[in-house]
């Protein structure tokens, strides 16, 4: 099956099993989804939804965080990773924020990158989010389920290949949905240690599980004996 075609089957699929799918992080209002996206940098979303009422209460805008210190942010989101750095990205970000854009978090992929502590997958999440523009985030989940699953090829070994790819995959008007899809389909099935493949809808396209089926299949003897063939082949 060819990569267009599996993205069809998971359009098909996740519209019917999880239409509605959507980010985990907790957020009332643009400021604080940037907030709350540029803590969740190699962390769990989990442990940002348990930081951030206290941080919001604290600094319940762009204005009252633009004016904040560094002593006033780290202890609020000390149990964060990379505290240190983060919190001054996020008080550089605000004040860019009060000083280029009027208070006003940027609408678009090009000028959210500009601001400080603010990469491409961030800037994807922002604007796929709260405008549904097409544009794919490829976090570790998305990146390693998109192999998996034969969406894209082996030699797409960075997130920028494997968004490039994506996007062509899926319909314009579904790739934001497509994303949660991708990573919602990582943490809970697809993971990364031990993926649940047999709770797994998706076998029928995964070239990961038929790759492991093929494997099952070849006795102790045979696979001896293709180590050796290929040890002989390289000596």
């Known amino acids: 099956m060819k990569a267009k075609e599996k993205a069809d089957f998971l359009v098909s699929y996740f519209e019917k099993h999880l239409p509605d799918a959507q980010t985990e992080l907790h957020y009332a209002n643009p400021y ?34 633009a004016n904040a210190s560094f002593e006033d942010v780290f202890p609020l989101i000390k149990s964060i990773s990379y505290p240190n750095s983060k919190t001054r990205h996020l008080i550089a970000a605000a004040q860019a924020i009060v000083q280029q854009y009027q208070g006003e ?47 894209v090829p082996a030699s797409a070994r960075t997130p920028l290949k494997v968004e490039q790819r994506l996007v062509k995959l899926f319909p314009p008007d579904k790739i934001h949905k ?54 002989n082949t390289s000596s």
């Not at 940037?34 to 600094?59: E, G, H, I, Y």
């Not at 998706?202 to 599980?209: E, G, P, V």
């Open 32 to 65: 604080q989804l940037l907030v709350a996206v540029m803590l969740s940098a190699q962390c769990t979303d989990k442990r940002v939804n348990q930081v951030t009422p206290a941080f919001f209460q604290a600094f319940p805008d762009v204005y009252t965080l």
């Open 105 to 151: 978090i940027p609408r678009d992929v090009e000028s959210l990158m500009k601001l400080p502590g603010v990469g491409r997958k961030t800037a994807n999440v922002l604007t796929a989010v709260l405008y549904e523009q097409p544009n794919m985030p490829v976090d570790t989940h998305v990146f390693r389920v998109s192999h998996r699953l034969g969406l």
């Open 178 to 231: 497509a994303h949660h899809w991708l990573i919602l389909h990582g943490r809970y099935v697809c993971t990364a240690r031990n993926p649940k493949c047999e709770i797994c809808d998706l076998k029928a396209i995964c070239n990961y599980y038929q790759r492991m089926e093929r494997k099952k299949a070849v006795s102790p003897a045979q696979a001896l004996s293709e180590k050796k063939k290929r040890r």
